[in-house]
Structures are given as structure tokens and as C-alpha cells.
């Protein structure tokens, strides 16, 4: 999102569907404009909206779309890679998401001229490569060192790429385990004696064959006021926890900063999400009986404080 905001366009938020954590595609829809120039879709979690509804009413009305992917690399919908639907992907490396390159990440687009673009972009806007073109233009510059836009210092390293090569080749079996786990853990906690529908637990969407990034939970909501006093006790025992991203991003200090929801608009499916959700990881090896019977205990403590 900063990106859009430091290049001058203005943002407009869409809540979320609370079944998906997804942007709504109808509500989506729904607020699109004759200004409407870029959307940016962010596929949460390893899980995706109706991206295909999306994309072909981009193209209709000639918007560019983003994927934001950088939680969801390697979730297929209808068979095809999030991230490969828009005119661009994004991805993170980041240590804790599918694969890692110790940091950045990767884009990818659908056209040999963004190519160009962003290839000329992530090194100062500098001309990387042959391109006669550009360079027979400026005769009178070394066609070694020819700017032809604005760019950043983005160019990864042969140790990050040397990492995230290798971590490519496992990403499979990374799915293939975590998904596993997932599904480990949601089963013991439902089949447990003392299950009572604590807990809400996100299923994928319609189409999509997840790559999971986390465990994301749903509190019931009589449990809502110890929310927090229940999430510092799975803390004290070594199980940790997130926001769902962060929360409603409209309460964030930024984004007041910048006075993003200038007409305080009331997104009450984000705001249910902040105040009932929360995440846990799920671990690229296999869990075991004894990690299962930690989180069924302390899972469970939570009846404890209400």
C-alpha cells in the first residue's frame, strides 16, 4: 500500500469477507470508479477471494490489478498460481512465510515491457542489459550508464538468490507439511473433550488449493473482553501468536498519519476480525504428539479467565 501512497494515488479500503479474510469481491466491485486506475488484492494467509470475478472486470475497465501474494506463495486457484492472475505478483522472502531468502522477495508480471521496467527500477532506474533502443537515443552518454526513470537500490544478493533457489525446490513438501500440521492441529482441538466451539477456524475458499501461512482463529465471542489476557498466558507458555496482519489496518497510527479513512468509515467485518482473531504459525516439519499436547492444554485454558 505505501508504495501507491508515495507515488501520489489515493487509496480507498474494502472490508473483508470474515468466512475467507478476504477482500469482498462484490463489495470490491462495488466501489470501483471512473478514477479507479489500480487495485491492489492482497491473498491473506495462503487463502484467496474470487480473483478470477476480479481480474476480468480489470480488464473490462482497463484497471491494472496487483497480487499481493507475499502470504500465499504457492496457493493454486482453479489450478493456476495466485500471483499469475494480475498484470503483477508480489511475493516476500521473509524468514517466517512459505520459503525464505533470509529477507526481500520476488515480482513477477505479464508483459516484457513491465519486465523491462521493473528490471530498470529495483537499480536506480538505471538501463540494465541491451536495449538499443534506450541507448542509440543518447549518443552522446556511455551506453553503459544510462538512467531512463526513477528507481530504488533493490537488487538482491547472490547469497539471498543462492538461499531462495534452494528453498524453491522444497516448497512442495513445505506445503505438503504445513497443511498437514494444520490440519493436525484443528483436528485434536476439535476432537477434545473439552471442545465447545471456542474456537472459529478459517476453511479455504471455493477453487483454492492453499499453501498455508498460518493457523488464523476466531474467538467466540463470549470470549472477547480476556482476549488479550488469554494470548499473553499462550505467550508465558511458549506458544506464539499474531494479529491477523494488523488487525483493521484503519486503526493503525499510519494510517491516521495520513488520514486514510478521512470519512471514518465503519469496516465492521475487519473490526469483528481484530477483536475476536489472532494466528498462530504452523512449522515446515512435522508436529509432534508432544507440541499437540501442549497446544490442546493451553488452548483450552482459556475457559479459565472468564
Not at 470501483?32 to 480488464?59: E, F, P, Q
Not at 473490462?60 to 495466485?82: F, M, R
Not at 494480475?86 to 521473509?94: A, C, E, L, N, P
Request: net charge positive; hydrophobic share 35%; with cysteine.
Amino acid at each position: 500500500m505505501w508504495p501507491l501512497i508515495q507515488t501520489g494515488l489515493k487509496p480507498i479500503f474494502i472490508d473483508v469477507d470474515k468466512k475467507t479474510l478476504n477482500v469482498d469481491a462484490e463489495e470490491l466491485i462495488k466501489k470501483i470508479s471512473k478514477r479507479t486506475k489500480l487495485i491492489m488484492l492482497v491473498h491473506v494467509l495462503g487463502n484467496s477471494g474470487d480473483i478470477i470475478k476480479i481480474r476480468n472486470i480489470c480488464r473490462a475497465k482497463k484497471i491494472i490489478l496487483i497480487e499481493d501474494t507475499c502470504e500465499s506463495l504457492g496457493t493454486k486457484y482453479k489450478n493456476k498460481y495466485l500471483g499469475t492472475y494480475g498484470d503483477f505478483g508480489t511475493y516476500s522472502f521473509y524468514y517466517s512465510h512459505q520459503i525464505t531468502s533470509g529477507e526481500g522477495g520476488m515480482i513477477v508480471c505479464s508483459s516484457k515491457e513491465d519486465y523491462k521496467l521493473l528490471h530498470s527500477l529495483r537499480a536506480h532506474g538505471w538501463s540494465r542489459g541491451p536495449n538499443e533502443r534506450i541507448n542509440s537515443s543518447y549518443k552522446n552518454l556511455d551506453s553503459r550508464f544510462v538512467f531512463i526513470n526513477s528507481g530504488f537500490n533493490l537488487r538482491p544478493t547472490e547469497i539471498a538468490a543462492a538461499i531462495g533457489l534452494n528453498q524453491f525446490k522444497r516448497l512442495n513438501k513445505f506445503i505438503l507439511v504445513r497443511n498437514q500440521n494444520r490440519r493436525k492441529i484443528i483436528d485434536r482441538i476439535k476432537s477434545s473433550k473439552k471442545w465447545n466451539n471456542q474456537f472459529q477456524f478459517l476453511t479455504e475458499s471455493k477453487n483454492v488449493k492453499p499453501s498455508w501461512f498460518g493457523l488464523a482463529i476466531l474467538l467466540d465471542d463470549k470470549y472477547i473482553k480476556v482476549k488479550n489476557i488469554f494470548l499473553r498466558y499462550l505467550e508465558k507458555k511458549g506458544i506464539e501468536t499474531r494479529p491477523i496482519i494488523s488487525g483493521n489496518f484503519l486503526n493503525q497510527p499510519a494510517a491516521k498519519l495520513y488520514n486514510l479513512n478521512k470519512n471514518h468509515i465503519n469496516f465492521s467485518n475487519s473490526q469483528e476480525i481484530q477483536d475476536k482473531g489472532f494466528f498462530i504459525g504452523i512449522h515446515t516439519k512435522k508436529i509432534d504428539k508432544t507440541q499437540l499436547n501442549k497446544i490442546e492444554k493451553h488452548f483450552f485454558e482459556i475457559d479459565k479467565f472468564i
